[in-house]
C-alpha cells in the first residue's frame, strides 16, 4: 500500500501544545498546512466528493480546535494522528449520511413537483452576486483572526441555520 508524503508527516509535539492557544495563529496555519491534505485525502479515498472532503477537513479541523486544550500532547499518552484520523473517519462517515437524506429530499420532492410554487422555482439572478465564497485562511486574513476561530465560527453558524431550517419547516414555511 503506497503512502503519501503526509501520511509519514511525523507528529510535532511542540507544535500541538502550543493549539491550546486558540490565537496563535502562527501555529494554527502550520497546524492546517501540515495536516489538511490528510484529512482531505482520507475523504477522497473513503468515496466521497471533493466538496465532501473539504467540508470533512473543515468539521475535523473544528474539532480538533474544540478539543485541543483537552488533548494530552505528550507522546506517552497516544498517537495523535490515530486520534486525527479517528475523528475524520467519524466526519466522514457524517457526510456519507448527509448524502443519504439529501438523495432522499431530492427523491422526495421529484415525486411531486406540485409542493413547490413555480415563483419558488424559478432563479433568483441576484443570487450570483451574492455567493462569494473565501477560503478559511482567507477570512482569517481578512479578520486578523486565528483559522481555528473561523472553523468554529463556521461550525456554530451552520448549526444555527439548520436549526433555523427545521423551524420553519416545522412551522409549514
Known amino acids: 500500500m503506497e503512502q503519501s508524503a503526509n501520511e509519514l508527516l511525523p507528529t510535532r509535539w511542540s507544535l500541538l501544545s502550543r493549539l491550546k492557544d486558540w490565537d496563535d495563529q502562527d501555529s494554527w496555519r502550520k497546524f492546517f498546512d501540515g495536516y489538511w491534505q490528510l484529512i482531505y485525502n482520507a475523504g477522497l479515498k473513503a468515496g466521497l466528493t471533493h466538496d465532501e472532503a473539504e467540508d470533512v477537513v473543515q468539521e475535523v479541523v473544528i474539532a480538533v480546535a474544540k478539543k485541543m486544550s483537552e488533548f ?4 506517552a ?4 494522528k490515530a486520534w486525527l484520523l479517528t475523528l475524520t473517519q467519524w466526519r466522514i462517515k457524517d457526510q456519507f449520511r448527509k448524502r443519504a437524506r439529501h438523495h432522499d429530499a431530492r427523491a422526495d420532492s421529484r415525486r411531486d413537483p406540485a409542493q413547490t410554487a413555480t415563483i419558488e422555482r424559478v432563479p433568483d439572478p441576484a443570487i450570483g452576486e451574492l455567493q462569494v465564497e473565501w477560503s478559511a485562511l482567507t477570512v482569517a486574513r481578512r479578520l486578523q483572526i486565528s483559522l481555528a476561530r473561523v472553523y468554529y465560527a463556521r461550525c456554530k453558524v451552520a448549526a444555527l441555520l439548520k436549526r433555523e431550517i427545521k423551524r420553519l419547516e416545522n412551522c409549514g414555511i
Do not use: R
Open 77 to 80: 499518552a497516544g498517537s495523535f
Open 72 to 75: 494530552n500532547t505528550d507522546p
